[in-house]
């Protein structure tokens, strides 16, 4: 992660860098997603469609579990623990509750 800040000088637009990390999950093709312009941008189109698919998804896999609460607890228990910050961060930033 160091060497691809070292590659990237770029304006944090006021953003910690753990916290744009905690964001992307640390996962470079998402940090390029949110720099514009030459500056960090949580709020860039890139992420927000992320999030949107991430989202539909969990939509998508909750209507197939309707009617079956054990099969919707099971999914989320799995996959809540292994999931990266990056949906939970991006919902955090759409909430106003992190700096943009």
Same mark, same amino acid.
């Given at each position: 992660?160091?060497?691809?800040? !070292?590659?990237? !000088?770029i304006d944090m637009g006021g953003y910690k860098r753990s916290d744009v &990390?905690?964001?992307? =999950?640390? *996962?470079?093709?998402?940090? &390029?997603?949110?720099?514009? =312009? =030459? %500056? *960090?941008? @949580?709020?860039?189109? =890139? +992420?927000?469609?992320?999030? $949107? $698919?991430?989202?539909?998804?969990?939509? &998508?896999? %909750?209507?197939?579990?309707?009617?079956?609460?054990?099969?919707?607890?099971?999914?989320?228990?799995?996959?809540?623990? @292994?999931?990266? +910050?990056?949906?939970?961060?991006?919902?955090r930033l759409r909430d106003g509750l992190l700096p943009s």
């Amino acid at each position: 992660m160091d060497q691809w800040w !070292k590659r990237h !000088k770029i304006d944090m637009g006021g953003y910690k860098r753990s916290d744009v &990390e905690d964001v992307t =999950g640390r *996962i470079p093709l998402l940090l &390029e997603k949110c720099i514009v =312009g =030459g %500056k *960090i941008d @949580l709020t860039a189109n =890139g +992420l927000r469609d992320i999030y $949107n $698919n991430a989202a539909d998804f969990v939509q &998508e896999i %909750k209507d197939k579990t309707n009617g079956h609460p054990l099969k919707w607890q099971w999914y989320v228990l799995i996959y809540s623990t @292994l999931r990266t +910050l990056l949906t939970f961060q991006v919902s955090r930033l759409r909430d106003g509750l992190l700096p943009s």
